[in-house]
């Protein structure tokens, strides 16, 4: 057989939804235009957008566009060129990694240029074919991909159940007696914040099981840094045990609206994954724009509390005002805001219908996530407030959510599952005004 004949049709298990639905660049591959930020448009109309990670509303400031603009100016996007180690150190990068070492407490950092490769990158470096993963059921695809290359067999790394501390336990008594059969170590995998579910990881009681077994506890706090904590220095300064994180990582790509990403622990370790991650031995250092442009969002973080205040305020609001209204949200402790919407009996075209209805007559544009991401019974609609939303942003969606709790009650979606008509949206509203 052709190898690409098994790949023409068959668009993979992320992908199949997307041809169900017949959804590429509706459902999935969006193409949202104008400026970056609360309001967009979407295929020609007007649309509310609650699907950017742009939690502090950053990435449109006029102060760092200001700074992006002059670095790109001063230092073109090529600046350096060439791997760390050869020819793309600058003093600026260390700069860099040594303030956001002291944001997170932790000696030393490491500059990455993409979080999700360096990750991966930093898990392949850390561990070898002695050594033992203990990770949680719901890490990022980014964690798994880096626990698959780890070189020990399949059955020499164990998944616990999702913030389940006894599950964690015995598959770290598990993993104890599998490290001192093979001479080897344990590295515990988790996250901060969990970037579907918004739930908090409950780092500080990883952290005392320390006290009773021996490992090593990396923490991907892509969603907690800047939006967790008293500074926004993450989930560990939130539960009062970052000192017990050993390897704190996050990325640029949410709180600091931009690419790239660090991790951060003890100098002499810092020092080892320099040497060793080979997604950075092999690849071009972070472009000097994004390094200065970092620094500028990291004083920004450091400096004021207002952006965390303010998407904090929309979190609460938005939050509370979707329970009052008898939508699922879930454990979340954190901005993501997921609604879940659970045994919709119409199944894909209702889905469908529903989506078109917020996007098309409501004007509201949010993620759908589907299984294999979510379990098959349930619906996900992924919300993400920030702190360039204003309240009136979350009025208007509390009311749009309104009408779509009434229509789900009346079955509308189900009846007309080609195209909600905006006739049938008033009437509906001025039924769920009644």
């Not at 991966?120 to 964690?143: F, G, K, Q, T």
């Not at 914040?193 to 409950?202: A, H, I, N, P, T």
């Not at 469908?352 to 979510?374: A, H, K, M, Q």
């Amino acid at each position: 057989m052709d190898l690409f004949e098994k790949l023409r049709n068959n668009l993979g298990p992320i992908g199949s939804p997307a041809r169900e639905f017949n959804g590429h660049h509706y459902f999935a591959f969006p193409k949202l235009e104008g400026e970056l930020g609360p309001h967009m448009r979407f295929r020609g109309q007007n649309v509310l957008n609650w699907s950017l990670n742009n939690y502090l509303g950053l990435a449109n400031h006029p102060e760092v566009r200001k700074v992006d603009a002059e670095a790109s100016a001063q230092w073109g996007l090529a600046y350096p060129m060439g791997a760390r180690m050869m020819s793309g150190n600058t003093e600026l990068h260390e700069q860099f990694e040594k303030e956001l070492a002291e944001f997170v407490s932790k000696e030393d950092s490491f500059l990455l240029n993409y979080g999700y490769q360096g990750v991966m990158s930093a898990i392949e470096a850390v561990v070898d074919h002695r050594d033992v993963i203990v990770y949680d059921a719901e890490c990022h695809a980014c964690l798994i991909d880096g626990i698959r290359l780890h070189k020990a067999k399949m059955g020499e790394y164990y998944k616990f159940n999702h913030n389940d501390m006894a599950s964690l336990e015995k598959n770290l008594q598990r993993a104890t007696k599998k490290a001192a059969e093979k001479g080897g170590s344990i590295l515990v995998i988790t996250e901060g914040v969990f970037g579907m579910s918004g739930k908090v990881g409950s780092l500080d009681k990883i952290v005392a099981f320390k006290e009773k077994y021996e490992f090593r506890l990396l923490v991907d706090d892509a969603h907690g840094f800047g939006t967790m904590g008293a500074t926004g220095a993450g989930v560990g300064e939130l539960l009062d045990c970052q000192d017990g994180i050993d390897l704190y990582f996050s990325t640029f790509a949410k709180s600091m609206a931009a690419i790239g990403a660090f991790i951060a622990g003890d100098h002499d370790i810092i020092m080892y994954l320099k040497y060793n991650m080979r997604s950075q031995t092999y690849a071009k250092a972070l472009p000097m724009p994004y390094v200065v442009g970092g620094m500028k969002r990291l004083d920004m973080i450091r400096n004021s509390s207002e952006f965390r205040d303010k998407l904090w305020e929309n979190v609460h609001a938005l939050q509370n005002g979707l329970r009052e209204r008898g939508f699922n949200i879930g454990d979340t402790q954190s901005p993501v805001t997921p609604v879940l919407l659970q045994n919709m009996q119409g199944g894909i075209p209702e889905i469908t219908g529903l989506i078109r209805d917020l996007r098309e007559n409501l004007g509201i544009f949010c993620s759908i996530v589907v299984y294999p991401v979510v379990p098959k019974e349930i619906v996900m609609l992924r919300i993400i407030p920030t702190a360039a939303h204003t309240l009136e942003d979350v009025q208007v969606t509390l009311e749009a959510f309104s009408t779509v709790a009434e229509n789900l009650k009346k079955g509308l979606y189900r009846q007309n599952t080609t195209e909600i008509s905006s006739e049938t949206i008033e009437v509906s509203a001025e039924a769920a005004a009644e």
